[in-house]
Nanobody, 125 residues
Framework: QVRLVESGGGVVQAGNSLRLSCAAS????????MAWFRQAPGKEREFVAT???????YYADSVKGRFTISRDNAKNTVYLQMNSLKPEDTAVYYC???????????????????WGQGTQVTVSS
């Protein structure tokens, strides 16, 4: 069982930055694909970014060039650096994880077995 705990959310003005962290425990972190999703009010949860041990990080078009996902295997932590934030980035951000193996769409939330509780990011204009 993998437990995920997010932190780093808050309220910022448009154009500013935030860094989210997701600490994992209870699993072998180096064998786990990590991802970030978000859910805005009244909308479905959507893919943001994902990172694995051997593949270039992948981003949703809406955040490409502004957000950076990274992982520190020594700390069992994945980060999401968010720059040039926009009001439309306002959402609850969720960390997700799954073990490697098989062929799957890593942008599909249904492929992830483990989820954090979420952290609120609010961007004011």
């Amino acid at each position: 069982q993998v437990r995920l705990v997010e932190s780093g959310g808050g309220v910022v003005q448009a154009g500013n930055s935030l860094r989210l962290s997701c600490a994992a425990s209870g699993g072998t972190f180096s064998n786990i694909r990590m991802a970030w999703f978000r859910q805005a009010p009244g909308k479905e949860r959507e893919f943001v970014a994902t990172t694995s041990r051997s593949v270039t990080p992948y981003y949703a078009d809406s955040v490409k060039g502004r957000f950076t996902i990274s992982r520190d295997n020594a700390k069992n932590t994945v980060y999401l650096q968010m720059n040039s934030l926009k009001p439309e980035d306002t959402a609850v951000y969720y960390c997700a994880a799954r073990y490697y193996g098989g062929s799957y769409d890593y942008t599909d939330q249904d492929q992830y077995a483990y989820w954090g509780q979420g952290t609120q990011v609010t961007v004011s204009s």
